[in-house]
Each structure stands twice: as structure tokens, then as C-alpha cells.
């Protein structure tokens, strides 16, 4: 029998299976939480960040990456704090300024609530959240992929930078890829990006409830993970 725990999320009493994250456990409840680099059954290490939540311990809120931090029993957890709120912008203002090209990305911005950015634009073609390295090691066991570098110079690659013949040519990396479509008015030029905040619209049935989900179309077709349970 699947054992369960007791926590709160936003006030909520939930009955938890452990050894599931938070991040798990609030979208199986229907409660949002941003997120980029998580994606079901591919293993969590919290690098896009947006994810935060405040996990209170012994009376003290300790900001942390929902999607690493597991569930126990007791656990109280805020996700949607002026706190959390801020920090969360923060991030996804400077993932936008990264990759504006990237729909997913720019769909993250409007749930965080960006509107404009105070950085300047790069364009980058990656925003480094792993998703590709660890579906192709963790999943289908080919190590084909993996990081190469530090600081600013950390990137994806293959060996040597060649596809290896023991690459097993799923092309899940490419399917798990936040940078494969394209924000809805087109690719942007290189001197020219902006936050799209077309799918703002997206939002207006949830301003009085920021942190539940409302089966919004954000994400769409990039795999939004209530979709993709939901299926």
C-alpha cells in the first residue's frame, strides 16, 4: 500500500505519496507552479529556478527549487508569496532575455508576469535547463549528450562535438527542447526581440487565483507537465 504524508500547500491540507516532489504533488492538485526544466519521469535538478517555493522550517521561510525538494510529513509550503512572486520574475526576466525566440519561454514570462525586461536581449539558442542531457543519460542510457564547460562558456554537446554512433537517434532531445518553437509573431531578429505577451489573455480567469491552475493554453505543444499527466 502507497504511503502517504501531510502537508500544506498554500493553506492547502494535502495527503502527499511520499517520496514525490512538491512540485509533483501541486500539479497532481491542481496548483501552479512555473516551470521549465522539469519535465515527468526525467530526473529533477532545479537549473531554471522558477520553480521556488518558501518551505517553512521551525518557523522560518527557506527558498527552494520545488521540483528537488521531496515531500515529508508536516511540510508547510508557500508558493505564491510577494517573495516568490518577485524572485520569480526576476528569473523569468532574464530566461526571456536569453531566449527570446523560444514560445515556452516566452509563455513562462507572462505566467511569471513580465511585461518588459531590464536586460539586454542575447537571443541564445539555449537556456541550459538539461532537459535534452538527461532524458538521452537517464532515460534512454545513451550518455550521447552532456555539458560541457563552466560560467559562461557551459554548453550542450556531444563528444568531441560529434554524434556519437551509440546515439540511439530518438530525437526526445529535440521533442523535450524549450527552444523548438518559435513565440507565435515569428522568430525574432537578432536586435528586434521583445516579450510577446500575446497570450496574456491566457490569464484573465485567474487574478484572484495566481496559484491554481487553470487549464491555461501556455505551454501548449511544448508540454506543459499538467497536460502531459493529463494525457
Known sequence: ????????????????????????????????????????????????????????????????????????????IHTNTDRIQQLRKNVAEMLVAEAPNSKAVQDVAVRCGVTDVPYKFHNEECVLCGRCVRVCNDVWQAKALGFVGRGRDRHVAFPFEKKPDFCKHCESCVDLCPMNRTPCPGPMKKGEEFVCGQCESQLSMAEDVDDSCVWCRLGDGFGCTRKVQAQ
Do not use: Q, W
Not at 17 to 43: K, M, N, Q, R
Not at 48 to 61: Q, Y
Open 1 to 76: 500500500m502507497e504511503k502517504r504524508v501531510n502537508i500544506t500547500i498554500d493553506g492547502v491540507h494535502i495527503r502527499a505519496p511520499e517520496h514525490t516532489s512538491v512540485l509533483d504533488t501541486a500539479i497532481e492538485f491542481g496548483i501552479c507552479i512555473p516551470h521549465l526544466c522539469h519535465y515527468p519521469g526525467v530526473p529533477d535538478i532545479g537549473a531554471c529556478r522558477l520553480c521556488i517555493v518558501e518551505n517553512v522550517v521551525r518557523g522560518k521561510p527557506r527558498v527552494t527549487t520545488s521540483c528537488t525538494l521531496k515531500v515529508r510529513e508536516g511540510m508547510e
